[in-house]
């Protein structure tokens, strides 16, 4: 059974930093994907970072590029997001989600797992 349990999350002042973990388990993680996406509150989904399996390609929303680094330790079959410089509008629900090969997706459609989510608020 595929399982991925994101924690980390909390409340920051901007211009702060956090790292989420995404620990997983039931697949063989090195060889896949892997996906952050997130919801703020009242808003839809959005895709915020990818990184393939394999190689470990990385990939940003235009919205965290410079700001946030995906990364991953297939190891520990754990994936990471390192979110700095942090934003009042990065204030969301931050789940991380697996994809359906080794390429990365920047639409749900490339996902099909996910986790159940760390909340992430930034205020003052």
């Known amino acids: 059974e595929v399982q991925l349990v994101e924690s980390g999350g909390g409340l920051v002042q901007p211009g702060g930093s956090l790292r989420l973990s995404c620990a997983a388990s039931?697949?063989?993680?090195?060889?896949?994907?892997m996906s952050w996406v997130r919801q703020a509150p009242g808003k839809g989904l959005e895709w915020v970072s990818s990184i393939t399996g394999g190689y470990g390609t990385t990939y940003f929303a235009d919205s965290v590029k410079d700001r946030f680094t995906i990364s991953r330790d297939n190891a520990k079959s754990t994936l990471y997001l390192q979110l700095n410089s942090l934003k009042v509008e990065d204030t969301a629900m931050y789940y991380c989600?697996?994809?359906?090969?080794?390429?990365?997706?920047?639409?749900?459609?490339?996902?099909?797992?996910w986790g159940n989510g760390t909340l992430v608020t930034i205020s003052s």
């Open positions: 989600a697996k994809n359906r090969d080794s390429r990365y997706s920047t639409g749900w459609y490339g996902m099909d797992y």
């Open positions: 039931g697949f063989s993680f090195s060889t896949y994907g």
